[in-house]
């Protein structure tokens, strides 16, 4: 392999890696290069424009945008599972920008039902993670989910997509090594182990599990605290991975290699290409490029339900998504 076309290799490598920053289980490969599929569009009406108090904006062309989902399935090879970690990835080309939008998995909001049979049910206000669990297969959970969160987005494209499931967390933290982050919140005192809000502790593979998925079920919202927690990880995450991807991009490379069977993804090795060169370049702060859904924790009848902000949603669309007309 020439130097050229194994740099162009490391560099795909090294995209589908930082895609890590939508979710710590995200890692974009195309499993079968013949089967890249796109998203329907049905779901995508009248998106190219929007009028918001009395301004007319259009839609943001230049942005690529890539649901991520983290897979919470008890058997991965006998459950469909559902939505743990939901994400968007936000790719600017204008601006050279990334922005990642994360979504509380208790969000209410309308998604598609079906019966075992796979028939629709049509559309029904339930907890957005369910949308995954309705797919027959786990392509059909993303397209479940993209298309969920579009309506939920006022009806933003959402074409592509990729998971995996959040039982690789170990191997995706082996990646790294152990990690040093400081606690955000005390919702993990529960446990008895000491962790209280403002201290330095070094996640392993002994703790990470704990850490990043553990909520006290007695709680009400304990779901908001673990995002927290895991935004936390992330931010040291990223740190780490890119230093590595600097000073040992092969020996990085060769550790994800084991992760790629498991993806879940429609997005093509050219692609893949285009985005890496996006992500290795493109500005990122993660002090102001990560973005909550706005809402409102409330208590449901049986579980923990949040509550989207309809006026700070669309306020936040148009932030993300859009530019007005005259631009």
């Given at each position: 392999m020439n130097k050229k076309k194994k740099h162009s290799r490391y560099l795909a490598y090294a995209g589908i890696v930082l895609l890590l920053i939508g979710i710590v289980a995200a890692i974009l490969f195309l499993k079968d290069p013949d089967q890249a599929t796109t998203v329907s569009d049905t779901t995508y009406t009248d998106y190219h424009?929007?009028?918001?108090?009395?301004?007319?904006?259009?839609?943001?062309?230049?942005?690529?945008?890539?649901?991520?989902?983290?897979?919470?399935?008890?058997?991965?090879?006998?459950?469909?599972?559902?939505?743990?970690?939901?994400?968007?990835?936000?790719?600017?080309?204008?601006?050279?920008?990334?922005?990642?939008?994360?979504?509380?998995?208790?969000?209410?909001?309308?998604?598609?039902?079906?019966?075992?049979?796979?028939?629709?049910?049509?559309?029904?206000?339930?907890?957005?993670?369910?949308?995954?669990?309705?797919?027959?297969?786990?392509?059909?959970?993303?397209?479940?989910?993209?298309?969920?969160?579009?309506?939920?987005?006022?009806?933003?494209?959402?074409?592509?997509?990729?998971?995996?499931?959040?039982?690789?967390?170990?191997?995706?933290?082996?990646?790294?090594?152990?990690?040093?982050?400081?606690?955000?919140?005390?919702?993990?005192?529960?446990?008895?182990?000491?962790?209280?809000?403002?201290?330095?502790?070094?996640?392993?593979?002994?703790?990470?599990?704990t850490y990043l998925r553990s909520r006290d079920t007695e709680e009400n919202f304990s779901n908001t605290d673990r995002m927290e927690r895991q935004e936390a990880y992330l931010k040291a995450y990223i740190g780490r991975l890119k230093e590595l991807l600097e000073t040992d991009q092969e020996g990085t490379i060769r550790k994800v290699s084991t992760l790629l069977e498991d993806i879940t993804t429609n997005i093509s090795y050219s692609d893949v290409q285009v985005y890496s060169e996006m992500l290795l370049s493109y500005g990122y702060d993660p002090q102001t490029d990560i973005h909550l859904l706005p809402g409102t924790d409330t208590v449901g009848e049986l579980h923990d339900e949040y509550e989207p902000d309809k006026a700070q949603v669309e306020e936040m669309v148009i932030e993300l998504f859009y530019r007005k007309e005259s631009e």
């Open positions: 424009t929007h009028t918001y108090e009395d301004v007319d904006y259009a839609y943001n062309s230049s942005i690529t945008t890539i649901l991520l989902l983290g897979i919470d399935s008890e058997d991965p090879d006998n459950e469909q599972g559902q939505a743990d970690v939901i994400s968007l990835l936000l790719l600017d080309r204008e601006n050279e920008q990334i922005e990642l939008l994360n979504i509380p998995r208790d969000t209410m909001t309308e998604i598609l039902l079906s019966d075992i049979q796979g028939n629709s049910l049509g559309w029904q206000r339930q907890h957005l993670n369910l949308a995954y669990a309705y797919g027959r297969t786990p392509e059909d959970g993303c397209m479940n989910t993209a298309q969920a969160v579009s309506r939920l987005l006022y009806q933003v494209p959402i074409p592509k997509y990729a998971a995996i499931d959040l039982s690789r967390i170990d191997e995706m933290h082996a990646i790294v090594g152990d990690l040093e982050v400081v606690i955000p919140n005390d919702s993990l005192s529960y446990l008895g182990r000491g962790w209280r809000e403002g201290q330095t502790i070094t996640l392993t593979e002994e703790n990470l599990e």
